[in-house]
């Protein structure tokens, strides 16, 4: 029944890179129309190759990975099929990233990138009825002057970006190594997220809150390390953007079982079940509700708390979340 339930189930994404779902078979297909040498024989290589020690080795194959991106018609086709898996498992609206830097920095036009993708999300509202954000990261291993410049290259494009965000390597680069940048976005009138306790301490995510003034904190599990900060967090109704597959495969958590999303959850935290790289980390966003419930008992209520969440978490408008939270209510009213 919970399967059922969990399947059926509306979801809200609001934690996915947008080249983490590039999925062995469309990274070779899309080397062999670039031709661009990758140094596989097949998807099934490419799969095998998918598994990783830690955030870092992961980062390595996907920076790999993505060099496969050249054309306009590529970051569609990347777009695309993400969001025919969103259909797929019910997803009715979501939020993505894209790391621009990762293809600027190969010689890639911002321009390419920018207009794949949102043509793809544009065209996902009309013929799939999914709604969509698009969150712009920069890569913190990098230094704040690379995240001005790619910065000053998105103002031309405002419209179709909704918020900035700070992903890659966490150890080491700090919330504010990037507090001038972030102040310039929020005076263009973007909105703030980042990833903060994952693999780094929770004082990044008082730092992300603090210096960066982020709406919500990508990952956060580390929350639990600060009683004070956990209860702001409560208090306050700052979500995090949980990725519970992601979690186990970088061992941030050895075994699902040990994850503290659900008691989290138990507490009031505003958490969200999202699939962060699923290509890399074994499944989508119904792969990651499935996971958690088959390794902690919850009741359907709580189940759909977490769409709830991620409703009250996104970037839409009021209106919208109640259109939204309606067909929840909807769903969760007729299957019981």
């Known amino acids: 029944m919970i399967k059922k339930f969990i399947q059926g189930l509306p979801k809200v994404e609001l934690h996915l890179h947008i080249e983490g779902s590039l999925e062995p078979e469309l990274m070779f297909k899309l080397a062999q129309r670039n031709n661009i040498n990758i140094p596989f024989n097949d998807p099934n290589e490419v799969a095998k190759a998918y598994e990783f020690e830690n955030l870092?080795?992961?980062?390595?194959?996907?920076?790999?990975?993505?060099?496969?991106l050249i054309h306009e018609q590529d970051f569609f086709d990347l777009t695309w099929a993400y969001l025919l898996r969103c259909k797929q498992d019910n997803v009715i609206h979501t939020e993505i990233f894209f790391d621009p830097q990762t293809h600027t920095a190969r010689g890639i036009q911002f321009s390419t990138i920018i207009n794949g993708i949102d043509r793809a999300l544009k065209q996902a509202e009309q013929e799939l009825n999914i709604t969509s954000n698009l969150i712009m990261s920069f890569l913190r291993h990098l230094d704040e002057d690379a995240a001005f410049e790619t910065l000053a290259q998105a103002l031309q494009h405002k419209d179709k970006i909704i918020a900035v965000g700070l992903d890659s390597s966490e150890q080491g680069n700090p919330p504010n190594k990037f507090q001038y940048v972030?102040?310039?976005?929020?005076?263009?009138?973007?909105?703030?997220?980042?990833?903060?306790?994952?693999?780094?301490?929770?004082?990044?995510?008082?730092?992300?809150l603090n210096l960066l003034k982020v709406s919500r904190i990508d990952h956060g599990v580390r929350c639990v390390d600060d009683l004070e900060l956990l209860e702001h967090l409560i208090t306050h109704k700052i979500a995090l953007t949980v990725c519970p597959l992601s979690n186990i495969k970088l061992r941030v958590f050895e075994h699902m079982e040990q994850h503290n999303i659900v008691s989290l959850l138990r507490k009031n935290v505003c958490v969200t079940i999202n699939s962060d790289d699923p290509a890399y980390f074994g499944g989508y966003i119904t792969n990651n509700f499935l996971a958690v419930a088959q390794a902690q008992e919850m009741n359907l209520d709580e189940i759909a708390q977490f769409t709830y969440n991620a409703i009250n978490a996104s970037f839409i408008n009021h209106d919208e979340k109640i259109r939204l939270t309606n067909i929840i209510n909807a769903y969760v009213k007729a299957f019981k």
Do not use: C, M, R, W
């Open 182 to 208: 972030f102040q310039q976005a929020l005076k263009e009138g973007f909105l703030t997220v980042a990833h903060a306790g994952e693999e780094g301490p929770a004082s990044y995510i008082t730092e992300a």
């Open 56 to 68: 870092q080795s992961f980062l390595d194959i996907y920076y790999q990975g993505a060099n496969v």
